[in-house]
């Protein structure tokens, strides 16, 4: 498992934090739970099975609704 800090564009609106938290949710390989999209920073805090989904997958899939990904940290849990 990996746990990912995230750092987007700038969010403007609460209902992009949905969009992007189903967005990711979606994902196989994803802690449902461990998401956490935080608006007032712009951070998407996510834990992620490795061997079933790439930090280069949820940077997509945030990519594909129409937000920038600045940059993306990763840690072993």
């Keep these: 498992m990996q746990k990912a800090t995230i750092q987007l564009e700038t ?3 609460p209902s992009c934090m949905q969009k992007i938290e189903n967005g990711v949710k979606s994902l196989d390989g994803v802690d449902k739970k461990s ?3 935080l ?3 712009s951070k998407v805090r996510v834990e992620y ?4 989904v790439s930090i280069k997958d949820i940077e ?4 594909k609704l129409g937000y920038e990904v600045i940059k993306s940290q990763v ?3």
């Design 11 to 13: 969010l403007t609106c």
């Design 75 to 77: 840690k072993a849990l």
């Design 35 to 37: 998401i956490k999209v």
């Design 49 to 52: 099975d490795d061997e079933k």
């Design 39 to 41: 608006f007032n920073s």
């Design 60 to 63: 997509n899939a945030i990519d």
